[in-house]
């Protein structure tokens, strides 16, 4: 028998302190589950901002469709830059001020195979746009594929680029 106030430090066969032992594996277990709740978190975040560039690119579309300069000019950075096949490079305001001209009338504004990719802050969005408009009285359909460079200002997306370029077109 021990005498009272006698401590007893029990060891693992390889003489570390069972105290030692659990404390490890205590701290360990916190780590992984930090982790694990922080890869959730930032995995949920991306899932978020690929939904809402999505949703941006359907209100592109449909304020295209509709005449809606103003939806554009929301959606659209102050230093956005547009380069598209037969244009010159144009900025936002050169862009509002030929939307807001009413020359143009889209017909269909359609775009599809759209890939989303976030990183922090900027986002690119590619895919293919299909759209037939009238201007000056002549129906004119493009083909194009396009890349919209994004990025987040005061926690809002805005498109900051747009290039687009001819779709290949295949031979049957």
Do not use: C
């Amino acid at each position: 028998m021990l005498p009272v106030g006698t401590v007893v430090a029990f060891r693992t066969r390889e003489g570390i302190p069972l105290k030692s032992l659990f404390f490890s594996l205590f701290v360990g277990l916190v780590a992984t589950l930090f982790v694990g709740t922080a890869r959730s978190a930032a995995q949920s975040t991306y899932d978020a901002d690929v939904r809402e560039l999505e949703r941006l690119e359907t209100v592109w579309n449909q304020a295209h469709e509709r005449g809606d300069a103003d939806a554009l000019e929301a959606l659209w950075a102050d230093d956005m830059e547009v380069a598209v096949p037969k244009m010159p490079v144009m900025t936002k305001d050169d862009v509002l001020k030929f939307a807001r001209s009413g020359r143009m009338k889209f017909l269909s504004y359609r775009t599809s195979d759209i890939k989303v990719r976030v990183y922090d802050n900027a986002a690119v969005v590619t895919g293919r746009l299909q759209r037939t408009r009238t201007i000056n009285g002549q129906e004119i359909s493009d083909d194009w594929r396009f890349t919209k460079t994004y990025v987040r200002e005061s926690q809002k997306w805005r498109v900051v680029a747009f290039h687009a370029s001819e779709a290949a077109q295949t031979t049957p």
